[in-house]
């Protein structure tokens, strides 16, 4: 799968899922997303936003946020692999290589193993630049929501 988000109300079943199937994402980073980030979180590390620091370091010019990056782990689990109705558990995150604003990254889970019994899914994940040059590693957990309850189409219920 690559950049189809598919919008519906069928939830991923564990009997969906198996080892060995693969899911990517591709993202070219932006100047915007490094601006919106920053909204985000507040990080202003001169690294992200200050050429004049980042050429006098050995990166020589400005990165990307490395969580930035790793975000794109979050994409796959809820909208590729597992998918529609999965819930995050954990993620074990090693980064290797800087971003650069510009790169292109495209980011892959594979399933390492499915546990209906324990609800948990295992998944490796890799984030790659443009270059075929891995940026971002580690490894996942998830599990599925099992059922979507029914509401009035009238509930005006805030929370």
Not at 38 to 57: C, K, M, Q, S, Y
Not at 59 to 76: D, E, P, Q
């Amino acid at each position: 799968m690559t950049n189809q988000i598919v919008k519906n109300d069928k939830l991923t079943t564990y009997d969906d899922l198996s080892p060995g199937q693969t899911a990517r994402f591709t993202k070219t980073v932006t100047e915007a997303d490094i601006s919106h980030f920053i909204a985000i979180t507040g990080d202003v590390n001169p690294l992200h936003v200050d050429e004049t620091f980042a050429a006098r370091t050995f990166f020589k010019k400005r990165i990307a946020h490395g969580m930035m990056s790793a975000s794109l782990f979050s994409t796959l689990v809820g909208m590729f692999l597992p998918g529609f109705g999965a819930i995050y558990r954990s993620q074990q995150i090693e980064f290797v290589r800087p971003v650069y604003i510009g790169d292109t990254l495209t980011a892959s889970f594979t399933v390492k193993a499915v546990d209906a019994s324990r609800e948990i899914v295992e998944m490796e994940g890799v984030i790659e630049n443009q270059h075929g040059q891995v940026v971002v590693k580690g490894d996942a957990t998830a599990s599925l929501i099992r059922k979507l309850e029914d509401v009035p189409a009238d509930s005006t219920e805030k929370r």
